[in-house]
């Protein structure tokens, strides 16, 4: 298989601290900024797979990073540059430890838990008689809690984050606000790209000052699924399945293979034939999501590669003494 960076080691200037998540690895530089690297990590079912996926990190950089650009005149956010493919850099904030879930269709986790019997998601009813994809009458937040490393995001309903003091009501209030704009306006920009946002996640943050951002990620395969909207109402009034952009491919494969990421079950084999279609498969996301064609980076030394960009953008901006 190609290179592909699945772990980062740095030790840049005045850095801090790092943070290892499922996909990305953040660096604390100077309590001033964060140094965010998108890794070549597959996760699903918030278990993080063997292999990684060439080309993934800066997939899921460059459609994060455009559409902060995309949408910074509605919400404010974290960034401020992106030197390197895989690399976002932006401004130190204290995450809030909720991530919103925002949905406008009954589809995926959603379906699941419906096709279940459930009618309620994280206190918010459901009506009788969905279909799967069936949009709704109104978009809803279905928030989960931001698990720490190896741990999954829990459902939990927008009173319980007020009663537990996850988060406060005035801030609240603000997460719900960003979450409806940014949605409203993922919905516009997928629709230029014939596409359809069915349902993404937000995670925000507060600057030093106090300022809610966003940040992390925004509108990636990773955190959204989108379906083509030619043909959408004829597949789902014959009760055919959607065309759809997301990594839902990649978990129905692994249901097929037994594993939803439940105690006792093995994570199944990947070929490095299956590994290569999931990287072609991002490759397709990018260029309808963003409608241009994708752009391979050089990846022939991407840690030397990644370091020299991170370190030459602190160089000018004066964290190299």
């Known amino acids: 298989?190609?290179?592909?960076?699945?772990?980062t080691n740095f030790s840049f200037p005045k850095q801090k601290s790092v943070y290892k998540g499922k996909v990305r690895d953040v660096y604390f530089i100077d309590n001033?900024?964060?140094v965010m690297i998108a890794t070549d990590r597959l996760s699903a079912f918030d278990v993080v797979l063997p292999k990684g996926i060439p080309y993934k990190g800066q997939i899921l950089n460059q459609i994060a990073t455009r559409f902060m650009e995309l949408t910074k005149d509605i919400v404010p956010n974290w960034l401020l540059a992106s030197p390197d493919p895989n690399v976002a850099i932006?401004?130190?904030?204290?995450?809030?430890?909720?991530?919103m879930v925002i949905r406008?269709?009954?589809?995926?986790?959603?379906?699941?838990?419906?096709?279940?019997?459930?009618?309620?998601?994280?206190?918010?009813?459901?009506?009788?008689?969905?279909?799967?994809?069936?949009?709704?009458?109104?978009?809803?937040?279905t928030p989960t809690t931001k698990a720490d490393n190896g741990q999954h995001d829990m459902d939990i309903s927008k009173e319980e984050i007020l009663k537990?003091?996850?988060?406060?009501?005035?801030d609240y209030e603000i997460?719900?606000?960003?979450?409806?704009?940014?949605?409203?306006?993922?919905?516009?920009?997928?629709?230029?790209?014939?596409?359809?946002?069915?349902?993404?996640?937000?995670?925000?943050?507060?600057?030093?000052?106090?300022?809610?951002?966003?940040?992390?990620?925004?509108?990636?395969?990773?955190?959204?699924?989108?379906?083509?909207?030619?043909?959408?109402k004829e597949r789902?009034?014959?009760?055919?399945?959607q065309r759809q952009l997301s990594k839902e491919f990649v978990r129905q494969w692994l249901i097929s293979q037994g594993f939803q990421g439940k105690d006792g079950q093995q994570?199944?084999?990947?070929?490095?034939?299956?590994?290569?279609?999931?990287?072609?498969?991002?490759?397709?996301?990018?260029?309808?999501?963003?409608?241009?064609?994708?752009?391979?980076?050089?990846?022939?030394?991407?840690?030397?590669?990644?370091?020299?960009?991170?370190?030459?953008?602190?160089?000018?901006?004066?964290?190299?003494?």
Request: hydrophobic share 35%; net charge negative; glycine share 8%.
């Open 1 to 7: 298989m190609k290179q592909t960076i699945v772990h």
């Open 32 to 34: 001033e900024l964060l």
């Open 90 to 99: 932006g401004h130190w904030c204290e995450p809030f430890k909720v991530e």
């Open 104 to 141: 406008g269709y009954l589809s995926g986790y959603a379906f699941r838990e419906y096709k279940q019997g459930k009618r309620k998601l994280c206190g918010v009813p459901l009506p009788e008689g969905m279909k799967e994809n069936d949009i709704f009458f109104n978009p809803i937040i």
């Open 164 to 170: 537990q003091g996850i988060v406060s009501e005035a």
């Open 175 to 232: 997460l719900e606000k960003y979450t409806y704009a940014l949605y409203e306006r993922g919905l516009q920009i997928a629709d230029k790209q014939g596409l359809i946002l069915v349902d993404t996640k937000y995670e925000f943050g507060k600057t030093k000052d106090g300022k809610i951002v966003l940040i992390d990620e925004i509108h990636t395969p990773d955190s959204s699924r989108y379906f083509y909207k030619e043909g959408y």
């Open 236 to 241: 789902q009034d014959s009760g055919e399945a």
């Open 267 to 321: 994570i199944p084999q990947m070929s490095d034939d299956y590994i290569q279609s999931i990287s072609d498969r991002y490759i397709e996301l990018y260029e309808n999501i963003l409608g241009e064609p994708f752009v391979k980076a050089d990846i022939s030394n991407i840690q030397e590669r990644i370091y020299n960009n991170v370190s030459d953008f602190l160089n000018e901006k004066g964290y190299i003494i």
